[in-house]
């Protein structure tokens, strides 16, 4: 098709679209408004199960099956990459070259990292208390990984980062969230209720199984986005064709 | 065990399988891990087939709500899971395909990713997760999510073998439609919860009918957004472009779950979500859903029809047939009565079964001769007596043979549709069953002539075998599957009580105020019956015809000497169909304009 | 204005789905779909907003002291942005892989899928 017709094909979408969600949007409910009826009925389920951040338990109790297929989506998509950035049949590993980093940017990279590293474990731990919990938190732990990479260079990384090991955390992640969640099967409770003593409002301990399902995404998540920017991080340091560099000597 | 508290368990022991198979890959063999998988698909099956026997009656409606989130006066704030024979019959029909696929891809790929041979496995089991969440679930938002499962997973497995140019190309591609139809109808939930507070299918429904009279343009709107994302996913015209590039370049198996249930998924998302939703007094009215669904549906119909026959690779050939299908698929919901829905019923269940079939025979020819053209392979399969009396049948099965399951939900679909929709019918399933048998009788029995390639076309020539190398004995898996599938297709035609299971299943898919009723107020009601879908005598005769008209378009295209050159009036259609994803995206807004169009 | 949000959120779409059509650059594509994505985020966040309200985590506030937002809509994103970022993710290594194959990542120039 050519690149005039495409753009005319557009144009009709573009204005019929815009033309039903604007029409539509003049019947919305006005922004800001009072009612609210799903929300304010799950911050008052969120109150009586004693978990301080309604988000994390409107995430990990009442549409707790939302996160699991949520979980299950990152977990796809991590085995889908390792799938598709595979060393292929005509490619080949160069071990990654010892990297010179600049004496101010290491220093301040191995400074941050354990820093980095403790504020996402709070976050994951925290998360029925305040904002926060195990996506947020697993991506930061993954990203405090990878400052190793910046202080120092690849080879480091890979050092703290055996990816076979890491992929089998974010299967057990993926498989805590599913067994906490046929636990209550046993107590004959449905699928993934929270069926742990509520505890004390605002503590810790709060929240039933929130914390634990909190804490299985977050060992997901950490692992998942470690194996993910592994398979990528491998395609640009250390994957190269191999007839390329036939080709490049002839 | 009630079959309520089964239903997580249908989406969650495949997820379960999935993580087993990921957390020790490293350490299993490939042997191992492929059993492994076939293991957890097969319980799947097992459950869903439990849950699917131990329902008390064809128009039960057994509800969980997840979390144990009961409703209270009506308003909760969890998940429900509804297994009405409909989604769990889905749920079912998705969870046996899954092992025919994995049994037809044992010891499969020549190049499993090093260590990692359980991946391929792993990921065929979130997809059956996906798909059977989406057939189970009674909450919007979590449609999506299990919309997006399958997407996700489907995308990976279609760009699998990552060393085809095609195959990773048809992949992204794949990957942007669904994944912008997914936002769509994102967008459309959002407008919908800002309408009614509310996210499940039933309690969306029932604040709706509270507000009666004709619909606003926020329905309207809400409704062409949320049906944009399904229908992309069911290939209507025009936003099936993906659909062909994606099932050209997949792997067989992956095409025979890709065009055998998933593409159905869209359609029964879009008919459970009109009829959950939008079927009441606030929703859309009747007539304008069924110009909108009548007026794609037959679009869709034709061109893939036109596109199906003008193909020569083989599994383009099928892609577009799985179109055509998808477009008679929605003139039967258009009717928008329990008829129409058991006839789509019974024909996507056949369909499955035909379509996966035939893909799996097409497999073969790919694994013995590297090869998936019309031309290039003809009369190469004289040495494969067996796949070629499957390819035959599953041809014929297409067109609509009594007594296979095809013809029946053909039959019971064209006279619930009735009028010019019985030819339209008889045309289409002629013309996609005669593309197979011309395929077929070129390939298998080698009449009419070789003609020269056309460079404007995708040829199946040169392409790579999916086993190691290429097979020089069929293993008996790859025999074995397809035949199944077809004894399958065949019973579906044949069983009586599958009939007036079907035929209950529809009556009570298509009460709105029962579904309501049922999963808020743990109310039961009896929908009223109808008849069951039945054989009829101009069934019948209608069915024959288009074989006998298949059979004879066949025979006239393989004696015409072929040119060149595909025909004139095609060349701009062909033409649109570019694998330019600027150019889906282009049509993807104009089909939600036309969409729109058709509403008001 | 009250419907300026929403309008946003209508906006962002289009020009992600503009951005999409017209692209010359496959890894520019996959960017314009995570325009189209964000558009799901700001019409979700702008329906569940309440005028004069705060998070709804209640660790230091009284619960009922203050109005909060919606939380459904803001767990709702957060699933919404996991799943943007994980197909994102899977896109690009297919844009990696295509560009491999076919030495190009400009649409235009990719040419195997006809008819």
């Known amino acids: 098709m050519s690149m005039r017709l495409r753009l005319w094909v557009l144009a009709a979408g573009v204005l019929g679209t815009a033309t039903l969600f604007v029409l539509a949007c003049a019947e919305l409910p ?61 490619e080949r590993r160069l071990p990654p070259e010892p990297a010179r980093v600049a004496p101010p940017v290491r220093r301040y990279a191995l ?42 260079d690849y080879r480091a990384l890979e050092r703290i980062r055996p990816v076979g090991l890491y992929e089998v955390a ?38 039933g199984t929130v914390p634990l399902l909190n804490a299985a995404i977050g060992v997901e998540v950490a692992a998942g986005i470690v194996v993910l920017l592994a398979r990528f991080l491998d395609q640009a340091v250390e994957i190269v064709s191999g007839r390329d560099e036939a080709e490049d000597e002839t | 065990m009630t ?66 989130w009961r409703p209270h006066g009506g308003a909760s704030v969890g998940i429900v899971l509804v297994g009405d024979r409909t989604g769990l019959g889905l749920a079912t029909l998705v969870s046996l395909l899954v092992p025919a696929a994995l049994a037809y891809a044992w010891r499969y790929f020549d190049e499993p990713p090093r260590r990692h041979a359980a991946s391929f496995p792993a990921l065929v089991l979130l997809f059956q997760a996906g798909m059977c969440g989406f057939a189970l679930t009674g909450d919007l938002f979590n449609a999506f999510v299990f919309f997006e499962l399958m997407g996700v997973v489907a995308y990976a497995l279609t760009g699998y073998r990552v060393e085809e140019a095609r195959a990773v190309q048809g992949g992204l591609v794949f990957g942007v439609v669904n994944s912008l139809g997914g936002y769509t109808t994102l967008l459309g939930i959002g407008l919908l919860y800002a309408r009614t507070g509310e996210l499940g299918l039933a309690q969306i429904g029932r604040a709706l009918d509270a507000r009666p009279g004709g619909p606003d343009a926020l329905v309207i709107a809400a409704f062409v957004l949320v049906a944009t994302g399904l229908l992309v996913k069911a290939a209507a015209v025009p936003f099936h472009f993906w659909l062909a590039d994606a099932h050209a370049v997949a792997p067989t198996p992956v095409c025979m779950l890709l065009s055998g249930v998933m593409v159905e998924l869209g359609v029964y998302g879009t008919a459970r979500v009109y009829w959950t939703v939008f079927a009441g007094p606030g929703g859309i009215p009747a007539p304008d859903a069924h110009r909108a669904l009548l007026a794609l549906g037959a679009l869709t119909a034709v061109l893939g029809a036109v596109m199906c026959w003008q193909q020569r690779h083989l599994k383009r050939l099928l892609a577009y047939s799985t179109v055509a299908h998808t477009g008679l698929f929605l ?44 031309h290039e392979l003809h009369g190469k399969g004289r040495e494969l007596p ?66 020269p390639g056309s460079p404007e076309e995708t040829t199946g020539e040169g392409e790579e075998p999916e086993t190691r190398r290429l097979l020089a004995r069929i293993p008996d898996s790859m025999l074995l599957v397809p035949t199944v599938l077809l004894a399958c297709a065949l019973a579906v035609g044949l069983v009586p009580g599958l009939r007036t299971a079907v035929g209950g299943a529809a009556d009570a898919f298509t009460d709105h105020a029962g579904y309501l009723a049922a999963v808020l107020d743990g109310r039961t009601t009896e929908p009223a019956p109808t008849p069951a879908p039945h054989w009829t005598t101009p069934g019948v ?50 089909g939600v304009t036309l969409l729109a169009a058709l509403l008001v | ?56 985590v209640f660790s230091d506030i009284a619960p009922g002291s203050r109005p909060v937002v919606d939380p459904v809509v803001q767990a709702l994103t957060l699933t919404d942005i996991v799943i943007g970022a994980t197909v994102t993710a899977l896109l690009l290594s297919l844009v990696i892989q295509i560009a491999k194959r076919h030495r190009t990542v400009d649409p235009d120039e990719l040419s195997e899928l006809r008819g």
């Open chain 1, 30 to 90: 006005g922004f800001g408004g009072t009612w609210h009826p799903y929300g304010d009925r799950a911050v008052h389920a969120a109150l009586a199960r004693h978990t301080a951040n309604t988000i994390a338990s409107v995430n990990f109790d009442q549409r707790a099956l939302d996160t699991l297929g949520e979980e299950s989506i990152l977990f796809g998509s991590v085995l889908g990459t390792l799938v598709l950035l595979r060393q292929t049949r005509d």
């Open chain 1, 111 to 152: 400074i941050a990292l354990p820093v980095t590293l403790l504020i996402g474990l709070y976050v994951v731990a925290h998360g029925q208390l305040s904002p926060g919990g195990g996506f947020q938190g697993g991506v930061v732990v993954a990203t405090s990984l990878h400052l190793l990479y910046i202080a120092i």
């Open chain 1, 170 to 207: 974010d299967a057990a992640g993926e498989a805590g969230y599913l067994l906490i969640g046929a636990a209550a099967l046993l107590t004959g409770a449905a699928f993934l209720t929270n069926f742990l003593p509520y505890g004390t409002f605002n503590t810790l301990s709060s929240g």
């Open chain 2, 3 to 68: 079959v309520a508290r089964m239903l997580p368990l249908i989406v969650a022991t495949p997820l379960f399988g999935a993580a087993v198979l990921v957390g020790a890959g490293r350490r299993l063999p490939r042997a191992a891990a492929e059993v492994l998988g076939l293991l957890f698909a097969a319980g799947t099956a097992a459950l869903a087939l439990a849950a699917s026997a131990a329902l008390p009656s064809s128009t039960a409606r057994p509800v969980e709500w997840v979390g144990g």
């Open chain 2, 331 to 374: 003139i039967g919901l258009a009717v928008l009565t329990p008829e129409g829905i058991g006839g789509v019923a019974l024909y996507v269940l056949a369909h499955a079964g035909v379509k996966a079939a035939l893909f799996a025979c097409v497999g073969v020819l790919l694994d013995r001769f590297g090869s998936v053209d019309e």
């Open chain 2, 386 to 451: 067996w796949v070629a009396g499957m390819f035959g049948i599953g041809g014929l099965a297409l067109a609509g043979l009594p007594p296979f399951g095809t013809a029946l939900g053909k039959a019971v679909t064209e006279e619930a549709a009735g009028g010019w929709a019985t030819a339209l019918f008889v045309a289409v399933s002629a013309v996609t069953g005669g593309a197979v048998l011309r395929a077929g009788a070129r390939v298998f029995l080698g009449l009419g002539s070789r003609p």
């Open chain 2, 541 to 590: 005769v209608w069915g024959l015809l288009a074989t006998v008209l298949a059979g004879v378009l066949a025979l006239l295209a393989v004696q015409r000497p072929v040119r060149g050159e595909p025909v004139r009036w095609t060349v701009p259609l062909r033409r649109l169909h570019s694998g330019h994803v600027g150019d889906y995206v282009a049509w993807f807004l104009a």
């Open chain 3, 1 to 56: 204005m009250s419907v300026l949000p929403y309008l946003c959120a209508g906006w962002l779409f289009l020009i992600g789905c503009y951005g999409l059509a017209t692209s010359r650059n496959l890894i520019h594509a996959v960017g314009c779909l995570a325009v189209c994505q964000s558009a799901t985020y700001v019409l979700l966040l702008a329906v569940g907003y309440r005028h004069g309200g705060t998070a709804p």
